[in-house]
């Protein structure tokens, strides 16, 4: 499965946007991204995924680029609630996890 | 969505012992997963477990130390075996559904 990349932390503040980055520069055609985020002492908890489209929900949407080497998880109206550990994960499989460092996000008050 | 628990949620443990993790689905699945992630680290997949067959593990990761048990489609245990400060974790179960994974409460375990 390809490797990611994202920063070590960000902060964002309450009520705006949150934009986190990923580079998968070597992501294969029939590899997904998807995002995962750990609360504090918490087991992590499934955001959103995606393939080639961008993709929205009620949590997030997910903008993958065109040539699918970067992609950014949008929370669009952050709360301190969204404070937590953002992992993006590249694979084939939604059973085959790998979990890298991840983002750091604190949203500021 | 499957919900998921642990039992324990913690213990402190001596070195030398072992401890038997619980993990507890709402619904029956296939696959159950058994992940560690040890202070301050992200998360280190341990094993796979299938009802009815032996568990898969990652590379580093051995049966002995690591037995996994999977009497039926809800319910998996992860056993620590002769424990060191080394093994001080938190030890998670999950189960895949519809290309999300669900992931447990988490097992706190500190060897001393």
């Known amino acids: 499965d390809a490797k990611t990349t994202q920063p070590t932390s960000m902060d964002c503040a309450e009520g705006r946007a949150a934009n986190l980055p990923c580079n998968h520069s070597t992501i294969s055609g029939n590899e997904y991204v998807y995002w995962y985020r750990q609360i504090h002492s918490q087991g992590p908890q499934y955001i959103i995924h995606?393939?080639?489209n961008n993709e929205t929900n009620e949590m997030a949407s997910l903008i993958i680029t065109e040539d699918r080497k970067s992609s950014t998880l949008i929370l669009p109206h952050a709360t301190l609630r969204d404070t937590a550990v953002y992992y993006c994960?590249?694979?084939?499989?939604?059973?085959?996890?790998?979990f890298g460092s991840g983002t750091q996000l604190t949203v500021l008050p | 969505s499957a919900v998921i628990s642990q039992k324990p949620s913690r213990d402190i443990c001596q070195r030398g012992t072992s401890l038997t993790i619980q993990c507890q689905v709402d619904?029956?699945?296939?696959?159950m997963f058994w992940y560690r992630q040890q202070p301050g680290q992200s998360l280190t997949l341990i094993a796979t477990a299938n009802q009815g067959s032996e568990a898969t593990y990652e590379s580093g990761f051995v049966i002995d130390k690591f037995p996994i048990s999977r009497p039926n489609l809800t319910f998996s245990t992860l056993t620590v075996s002769n424990m060191s400060p080394e093994d001080s974790s938190i030890y998670l179960c999950s189960v895949e559904e519809s290309y999300e994974q669900y992931f447990g409460p988490g097992t706190r375990l500190t060897v001393t």
């Open positions: 619904s029956q699945v296939t696959m």
């Open positions: 994960i590249v694979s084939r499989n939604p059973r085959q996890l790998t």
């Open positions: 995606g393939l080639k």
